[in-house]
């Protein structure tokens, strides 16, 4: 069966910094699109960054110039580094694969960042 298992969150004050880790099995790491998206209380899930298999990546205006996704195929990982974290990042992130359309998704991992 296909995993994503994200860790790295926590609780940080505003300004801090986290980095999240996604950890992949069972699939061909390298061809498939990885993403970040975050879903807070009562809100929708919205993406924050993404990363293809050819290395280029997106981010939500949100997260640009503060966050940033990188991917190490060798380690099927995929990791996303946040700074100058506010309060409005507060949510549950998942880690997504994709691929000629199969998603898969991890189980989340908190981030709230409170003061």
């Known amino acids: 069966q296909v995993r994503l298992v994200e860790s790295g969150g926590g609780l940080v004050q505003p300004g801090g910094s986290l980095r999240l880790s996604c950890a992949a099995s069972d699939i061909i790491f390298s061809i498939y699109t990885m993403s970040w998206y975050r879903q807070a209380p009562g809100k929708q899930r919205e993406l924050v960054a993404s990363i293809g298999s050819s290395g280029g990546t997106n981010y939500a205006d949100s997260a640009k110039g503060r966050f940033t996704i990188s991917r190490d195929n060798a380690k099927k990982m995929v990791y996303l580094q946040m700074n100058s974290l506010k309060p409005e990042d507060t949510a549950a992130y998942y880690c997504?694969?994709?691929?000629?359309?199969?998603?898969?998704w991890g189980q989340g991992t908190q981030v709230t960042v409170s003061s």
């Open positions: 997504n694969a994709l691929y000629m359309g199969r998603a898969y």
